[in-house]
């Protein structure tokens, strides 16, 4: 029987096949992209406790490791299994810990500062408000005089509190999302427990299916990228929680002994805002410099030079500590990182274009060595200083 390809012919019309599934799929998605949006977000929605887990695991994962390396220098001679368990169990702890801290403790606290902060800004408004509405119409920003002004204000601020008033008081009521937020969190626990027991034997099965389906080379390939994946994103985002949680402890501590107001709501912006790479301690420390300015001038230059001084030993004492060299990128390339993701991706695209730029970067950078090597050409940089030279 006479073969429709020829032999030769074979790599060339597996790359034209491969190549018309790709436009064919990319049309699809294309087409139908509305529709394929909300089924994903219907799967999400199901495997949400599945996607905390795994998310918790994930930021649980390097503190479990060097809880265990501490473990084995102290307990030589207890088994790899119990020194796994009890340091799955104390990570665990520490999780629980920290949300029923924040749920029992810290979110009523805010809560209750926003609904005091509203109050405050509603009186600072009525106490100055021909100040504001003569800076206002100055600068352009208003174009409206007279009572058309006094009654936008008005409504502004009846707006601004009937919200807040219904709000608030309703943010902590059993309702089915509360539930359901319950149940996603009680879910993801377990399986984050489970997912940090079993994580070798995991990686074993996913290893085993990498070397059975590709080329052994490309698996290889594969398995060590995916390590470096790891190891970027766990150690970043890990230490970059650790390290917020110190700075927003460190806030909180220093508005204590000064007495400035709205200690707790400050110190979690500056806490969460501390998680953003590069622009986050400039987020959080405007909000808060604008809240105390409210209060008391002083009390807002005293916390502006603080958070100066604290950002600068955050950024080169405590950071540098925790964090270690897992990003390995220069300033210039974390500030692209983080236009370039806060503009395709939000949020999300702010907190994890630092790591996802920085895997690219040493993927690329391997790849120009590996070319460099077979060419017999230098690697550093510093070599091509001065090239092309002329001989």
């Not at 012919?9 to 790359?15: F, G, T, V």
């Not at 943010?171 to 509360?178: D, E, P, Q, R, W």
């Amino acid at each position: 029987m006479k073969k429709l390809i020829p032999e030769s012919e074979h790599d060339r019309a597996k790359a034209n096949i491969i190549t018309c599934a790709f436009a064919a799929l990319f049309l699809a998605i294309v087409l139908y992209l509305s529709s394929i949006s909300a089924y994903i977000g219907k799967i999400f929605l199901i495997l949400g406790p599945f996607l905390v887990g795994a998310i918790f695991a994930f930021i649980l994962l390097p503190i479990s490791k060097r809880l265990e390396g501490f473990m084995k220098s102290c307990m030589k001679k207890a088994s790899p299994r119990v020194i796994r368990g009890l340091s799955t169990f104390i990570c665990m702890i520490f999780l629980i810990a920290m949300l029923a801290g924040f749920l029992i403790i810290l979110l009523p606290q805010v809560i209750s500062s926003i609904k005091s902060l509203v109050d405050l800004v509603t009186d600072f408004v009525n106490n100055n408000e021909s100040t504001i509405n003569e800076f206002l119409i100055k600068n352009g920003l208003f174009t409206v005089e007279g009572s058309e002004l006094n009654s936008f204000w008005d409504n502004l601020v009846s707006t601004l509190s009937q919200y807040i008033n219904v709000f608030l008081p309703n943010l902590l009521n059993i309702s089915n999302t509360v539930y359901q937020f319950i149940f996603h969190l009680f879910v993801g626990l377990i399986i984050s427990c489970h997912l940090l027991l079993d994580r070798d034997s995991m990686a074993s099965k996913f290893k085993r299916a990498c070397y059975a389906f590709m080329e052994r080379k490309n698996a290889d390939s594969l398995i060590f990228w995916t390590r470096q994946g790891n190891r970027l994103f766990g150690g970043f985002l890990s230490g970059k929680i650790i390290d917020s949680l110190i700075v927003g402890v460190i806030c909180y501590i220093f508005m204590l002994i000064t007495g400035m107001r709205y200690s707790t709501l400050i110190s979690v912006i500056i806490g969460v805002t501390n998680i953003l790479p590069f622009f986050g301690p400039f987020i959080g420390a405007i909000p808060s410099i604008f809240i105390l300015l409210m209060v008391d001038p002083m009390h807002a230059l005293v916390f502006t030079v603080f958070i100066l001084v604290l950002q600068q030993i955050d950024g080169n004492v405590i950071g540098p500590k925790i964090l270690g060299d897992h990003v390995g990128i220069t300033a210039l390339w974390t500030m692209f990182a983080i236009i370039l993701g806060s503009g395709l991706f939000g949020f999300m695209g702010i907190l994890l274009s630092v790591p996802v730029f920085a895997l690219i970067y040493s993927i690329v950078n391997a790849s120009i060595e590996n070319r460099l090597r077979k060419k017999r050409m230098p690697i550093s940089s510093e070599d091509y200083m001065d090239m092309p030279r002329n001989e």
